[in-house]
């Protein structure tokens, strides 16, 4: 009967799910069902399910989980009406096929609140049912006859989705032991440890590697005065390390002041920058590394520091091949450094910002949107939908925000409801009202950097029946500390002295017990 994969996994009485106001599911299947249960797209499809009898063989949902508010429950709930047997269809556009786009909101459909790739859809189901009562029939990415060669502003022709087919099985009789993994070991034959009964046992105690550092590198590749700031630092190293051969790699410009300090057994000059970037641009980051390499290829080194407090130049750094690399590492954003000092930059982390997330990142139900605002009517909203805005899925840094919801009421009402999360919902970072008047201001800590920010305003009593939203006003803090660009590269020099040189770090200990 049908002309495609799915013939062998769909039942001739089988379901559809489908959402209010969107479309009924794709022909292209070749698939006619003979009962629709359409669903709110801002509801979990519990209302609408609760009167479908159980004992299904086949459930279908197409295009309806990027869309619906809670996919979860929807999943379990549809699961739940299956027979033993039956299998559960679920169909979802594909991130990298309808979308490519890394991040929301969709560049074809409004619709969209979530984009898939097969992992996190597996995952989906995976949060929402019991995984010991159901199998995993297929999970493919469906290609058929799909046009690689579209561009980004056309649709592309032919399949472009997922799709997953989950068979629900009966309930293994071990499964609640798996559920209880305490009782389910318990219940296993323990093993007998025999204790040695003859010979002394030998403990060894293993720290860093403890041979000498013999060989140093010294990336600073700053301008003149930064690199001035250094020669402390630079003189600790040396005299930790008072036979090492210490080679510096500099900016040109700095060449004699290195030069004149004869702390240096070798100056290589690496122009990473212009010395004055007004003047002349600065060089092609691809070029710099190819460079760099070039420099430094065939060498290796005991110890690599790079002193530059701006993380440009770590890339360079993780170039070297050496025993141990050391450098500032703001947020634990390189955690393949192996010593390394977390403080923030008086420049970068200092600095205070401030920006406009525009309303074209955020999708919205109930309204209309411009080049420059979206208006939001509520009598073009059904009750059942709480979520009006959501967006703009993006990243945030470290730091303390001020978030100014920029909201033009044209009628009266107090407040709305707010939400900041990430993991597409799954992670709420913080919840509260807005207050419209005239401050509609909250204050957000991000205690790490977050990718994939979201920001959803939500009904609310007192609300505004109509208003425009003109989009969202940022201004990130700078970060405290009052630790000098001189005085954060000698702690690091005196944290590397400490690391590779104390007895209770660097000497490996033997002690050798008797029985």
Known sequence: MYSNFLAEFVDKDAIDIAVIGGVLPDTADDIMTGLVIWVNAASSGQSCLQNLTSGRNCILMRNVLQQIDDPRALIREAFEKLATGGRLVITVPHQFLFERKLRLPSRYTDSSIRFYTPATLLLQVEEAIDMNECRVRLLKDDDRNYDYSSPLEQLPSGQKRIVLVVERIARPTWANQVVNEATFLSSLPQPLLV??????????????????????????????????????????????????????????????????????????????????????????RDLIIRTFKAMIEG???????????????????????????????????????????????????????????????????????????IHIDIDLVTAAEECL???????????????????????????????????????????????????????????????????????????????????????????????????????????????????????????????
């Open 299 to 373: 060498k290796t080194f005991d110890l690599a520091v790079d002193f530059r407090h701006f993380v440009d130049s770590r890339i360079l750094l993780q170039c070297i091949n050496a025993r141990y690399r050391s450098g500032f590492n703001n947020y634990n954003s390189f955690p393949w450094l192996d010593i390394s000092l977390d403080l923030p930059s008086p420049t970068v982390d200092g600095r205070v910002e401030q920006w406009i997330i525009s309303p074209s990142s955020f999708a919205f139900r109930g309204g209309s949107r411009t080049s420059s605002y």
């Open 389 to 515: 805005i959501w967006g703009p899925h993006c990243a945030f840094a470290t730091g303390q925000y001020e978030f100014e919801f920029l909201i033009d009421c044209l009628d009266g009402g107090e407040k709305l409801r707010y939400d900041i999360c990430t993991d597409s919902g799954r992670i709420i970072l913080q919840a509260g009202e807005i207050t419209l008047n005239g401050m509609n201001k909250v204050y957000f800590d991000a205690p790490y950097s977050l990718d994939g920010v979201e920001i959803r305003i939500y009904r609310a009593e007192n609300m505004p029946k109509k208003w425009f939203f003109n989009g969202i006003k940022v201004r990130k803090s700078g970060a405290g500390g009052d630790i000098h660009q001189q005085e954060a590269m000698l702690l690091l020099s005196h944290l590397i002295a400490a690391r590779l040189t104390l007895p209770t770090i660097n000497n490996i200990f033997i002690e050798k017990t008797e029985k």
């Open 195 to 284: 204790p040695a009964d003859s010979g002394p046992t030998k403990t060894y105690l293993i720290s860093p590697f403890s041979a000498g550092i013999n060989s140093v590198i010294i990336l600073k590749l700053d301008h003149r005065g930064d690199f001035k700031l250094a020669d402390l630092a630079m003189k600790v190293i040396k005299e930790t390390f008072p036979s090492a051969r210490i080679s510096l790699v500099c900016g040109s410009w700095n060449l004699s002041n290195a030069q004149s300090s004869g702390l240096f057994d070798e100056i290589l000059t690496l122009d990473m920058f212009s010395e004055d970037s007004s003047a002349k641009p600065n060089p092609p």
